[in-house]
């Protein structure tokens, strides 16, 4: 028995290759958590694997030179971190039935993907996503900070008219909607208009971390509503407001966000580790910490909903929401 996958919907691993340096598929670069090995000797067998880009108004933000300054410069830097993901043989979960497939036959050790697009600017026009779900991303957060798309974090604004249409295209090529980084406008106006899957990767409880990066409680509850997973966010700033975060606090914001949503099935892992994370003030100091994390939700939650918050809500979201494959997809539409 090798034990449950642990899934984790939201892990920066491209930019933090090409951006950083920190490739991964060796051990972790000094003072981070995240590479190959370090995920599957802890037993996370699917990640949310990002394609981040960051607007020029970062640079201080994320310590990088590594921006666009339109959207044909985060098109070529979102393709590169695609062929990042190709470059490192890591398998790309496209399909519910890849999906099923890939769960039934995991082993401890292996690791596959979804990939998820943080900031829609890379996608220059909504006409043209059906090449980027061709490359196999499968959710799409339209926000990061502002983009041409929605209002984002500390940048408040509803979707755009472009914004619509990508949202509306998105539909179309049954791409699931992430909340994180939306700013409350657009979520209310994308809960308006959106009738496809939607869950929130990496975000915290606003009641507990105020702000708005985290999710309200109302937000969490219309997300459970429609069947979408809360993904929690293991970055310092997000567990609390201050001092040294612990799993504890980790367990707190599932606690609070399970409650808002009506149960723990809706409540998942979405840690962005290294994703401009400095480790010593994290929760846990390296990935096979994560296995204390169990146990401490076992104080609040049966072995089962814990079990679901670990990885299996994730999975029970996915094989309802990604598309299903090719073939019966051609065959429906006979
Ligand atoms: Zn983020």
């Known amino acids: 028995m090798g ?10 691993v491209a930019w933090n290759a090409i951006a950083d340096g920190r490739g991964f598929l060796g051990p972790p670069a000094p003072g981070y958590l995240i590479s190959r090995p370090a995920l599957t000797s802890a037993g996370v067998g699917l990640i949310g694997a990002t394609l981040y880009t960051a607007p020029a108004l970062a640079r201080r933000a994320m310590r990088t030179r590594f921006v666009y300054e339109n959207a044909h410069e985060a098109h070529i830097m979102a393709v590169a971190e695609v062929n990042y993901y190709r470059s490192c043989g890591l398998r790309l979960i496209r399909d519910s039935r890849e999906l099923v497939a890939y769960v039934r036959g995991w082993k401890r050790g292996q690791i596959a993907a979804v990939l ?28 990061w900070s502002r983009t041409r798309y929605s209002g984002g974090t500390r940048a408040p604004g509803g979707l755009t008219a472009l914004g619509v249409q990508l949202l509306k295209a998105m539909r179309r090529k049954r791409v699931i909607l992430d909340l994180s980084h939306m700013a409350d406008r657009a979520v209310s106006d994308a809960f308006e208009m959106w009738r496809g899957p939607v869950m929130s990767s990496h975000s915290n409880a606003r009641a507990i971390v105020p702000g708005d990066r985290q999710i309200t409680d109302a937000t969490a509850a219309e997300v459970a509503r ?25 367990v707190r914001h ?75 997809r051609r065959a429906s539409l006979r």
Do not use: C
Not at 4 to 12: T, Y
Not at 128 to 138: C, E, F, K, P
Not at 277 to 284: L, M, N
């Open 116 to 143: 998820l697009m943080e900031g829609a600017d890379p996608i220059e026009t909504p006409s043209q996503l059906g090449a980027w779900t061709d490359m196999g991303v499968r959710i799409i957060g339209p926000a």
């Open 226 to 250: 429609r069947g979408g997973i809360l993904g929690i966010s293991f970055y310092p700033n997000h567990l609390r407001t201050r001092g040294v975060t612990t799993l504890d606090d980790v």
């Open 3 to 12: 034990g449950r996958m642990i899934v984790d919907a939201h892990l920066d």
């Open 254 to 328: 599932a606690l609070h966000l399970a409650r808002a949503a009506g149960g723990p099935e809706h409540v998942g892992l979405g840690t962005d580790l290294d994703g401009g994370i400095d480790s010593r003030f994290g929760p846990i100091r390296n990935l096979g910490e994560l296995k204390g994390l169990p146990g401490r939700l076992r104080k609040h939650f049966s072995a089962a909903q814990v079990d679901g918050i670990m990885g299996t809500n994730w999975l029970d979201f996915l094989g309802r929401s990604l598309p299903p494959p090719k073939e019966s």
